[in-house]
């Protein structure tokens, strides 16, 4: 048993100090009956369900609430070992505070927080506490459910606007495989002997189509539904592949994009499409901020420090309005088409992740957008 176990043991229970007097046990008696009226009034009107269990592990008493959360009678939990009706293994190991799922005597289980506590004196009894977690755990799922829509209606919202750039970038390779046909075939009529450089040609259009269909294959997975999946990434690596849609667009404004630094570890623990998600939005938001401008230059870096894994997003645009801050609310916009959602979902799921995004200007002119996730050997259990 430890310190803080014994330190909090209920006043209650405590047996009254030796008395002296006739008058002043009975004085003791009245208290020790009001106290125990109070301790009673105490456990009948908790929400959470108190058991009493003796040395054999039988419950022995229960209040109110019991019967409640194990959906049965109170008097139906007394005698029946506690074993079967919470996690058996926090019992025994007698942890003072846990979680687990406790067993109702119909069969059904439900998530429980758990805090044990013991009594002193000659027959020891041990004081379960039970919080039914159901509620708790709903509202979590919930609001897990939420985010995974808005940032799903982000994404759409996103492909919506970069439609016809996308378009483009997929007709390219497209265009590449045409002319390398036709080149090989012109080759075949004109000189079959030259076979190995029909085959680097044929080769090229192989690797065209192996291009737009990895551009194809992402675009799907970014528009598909798909339920919050966190596996263990490579940021840099997510930032490889989020590029291809980061970039359609950056070409009608000019910009060039390039990774200026890559972290050497920098495994997340991340759902891959909602942080590609998250790295697309920036992209954009970079590529639009430098439309017009005289330098339009989006440089992305990662790196890695102090357990987190970072990414900074830079560009040459017009820079920030108002300091940075207020942008990450939502329905801020400065566009006159803009919906001001992507920075508030991309700061959504970057919480949600265990991780911070800012924005801040940039030395060289324009601003610099970054956000930081924890690195996996933390953010693992
Ligand atoms: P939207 O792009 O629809 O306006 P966002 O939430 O993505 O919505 O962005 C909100 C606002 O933040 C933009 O309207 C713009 O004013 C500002 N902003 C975002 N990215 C940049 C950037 N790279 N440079 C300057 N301002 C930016």
Redesign the pocket.
Known sequence: MDQSSSDSRAELHEAPAPLRSSRRAAAGADDLRRAEARLEAVLECLADAVLSIDEKGVVVAVNAAAGTLFCCSGAALLGVEAATLLPESRLAAGDRRSHGLARRPDGSTFPIALTLNETRGDSRLRIAVIRDLTEQRAGEALLCELRAELAYAGRLAAMGELAAALAHEINQPFSAIATYVRTARWLLQRKPKQTAEIEDILDKAGAQAMRAGDIVRRLREFVTRGESVKTVQSLSTLVEEAKSLGVAGARHVGAQVCVAAKAEHDEVLADRVQIQQVIV??M???V??MDGAARRELSLSTSAADGFARLD?A?T?????DGGGA??EPF????AT???????I?RSIVEAHGGRIW?EPNPQG??I?SFTLPLAERASP
């Open positions: 939005n920036l954009r938001n970079a639009e901020a997003v560009d645009g017009h820079g920030l309005k942008l990450f801020r916009s400065t566009k803009g919906m001001g959602i992507g920075l508030s991309s924005a324009g601003a957008f």
